[in-house]
T-cell receptor
């Protein structure tokens, strides 16, 4: 069964810093990889997703996928206090049901 | 466009009660999901429907949890009987389905079982 794990559990960074969040998965046949952001008391909201190896950049956010090492990451350039939230990674695979399985999240705090 | 609507936002139940949570997905979406969110376990799948057909029923949650999709625009999650360990946030999400996997979540129902 697919296992999805995130690191670190929590992170405090200064405003303007680069933030890196990690996600590992266990099923090498996984096909879809996504990051969601959840502000306190709010619904999770999709940030970015990727299907194939490599990088994808959207504004201050970059997602990087390495299927061979069963790892993908989210990088936030010039982190802002408004980026403070719980970040959830999600993976789906035809072998494990086509629904997205989530990690337990990384709680990010960006301090001014 | 309306997003995913969940009601109620908060629910308090006594142990042993039956509660029903409601969800209206985004219009036109084919897939509907119920997840439970706790700090320790994160998001766990309870049920997954595609075009109103049950695709996954969340294994460990079968005995007291029952989700139904009465039509393409309305779903319910019944918990019967409730136990204190069911205290969590219940999230409903929908997506277009094959080829477009982005999940759109509702704000959730926070359930407290006393």
């Amino acid at each position: 069964q697919q296992k999805v794990q995130q690191s670190p559990e929590s992170l405090i960074v200064p405003e303007g810093a680069m933030t890196s969040l990690n996600c590992t998965f266990s099923d090498s046949a996984s096909q879809y990889f996504a990051w969601y952001r959840q502000h306190s008391g709010k619904a999770p909201k999709a940030l970015m997703s990727i299907f194939s190896n490599g990088e994808k950049e959207e504004g201050r956010f970059t997602i990087h996928l390495n299927k061979a090492s069963l790892h993908f990451s989210l990088h936030i350039r010039d982190s802002q206090p408004s980026d403070s939230a719980l970040y959830l990674c999600a993976v789906s695979s035809a072998n494990s049901g086509t629904y997205q399985r989530f990690g337990t999240g990384t709680k990010l705090q960006v301090v001014p | 466009d309306a997003g995913v609507t969940q009601t109620p936002r908060h629910e308090v139940a006594e142990k042993g009660q039956t509660i029903i949570l409601k969800c209206e997905p985004v219009s036109g979406h084919n897939d509907l999901f119920w997840y439970r969110q706790t700090k320790i376990q994160g998001l766990e799948l309870l049920s997954y429907f595609r075009s109103k057909s049950l695709m996954e029923d969340g294994g460990a949650f079968k005995d007291r949890f029952k989700a139904e999709m009465l039509n393409s625009s309305f779903s319910t999650l019944k918990i019967q009987p409730t136990e204190p360990k069911d205290s969590a946030v219940y999230l409903c999400a929908s997506s277009y389905g094959t080829g477009e996997n982005t999940l759109y979540f509702g704000a959730g129902t926070r359930l407290s079982v006393l």
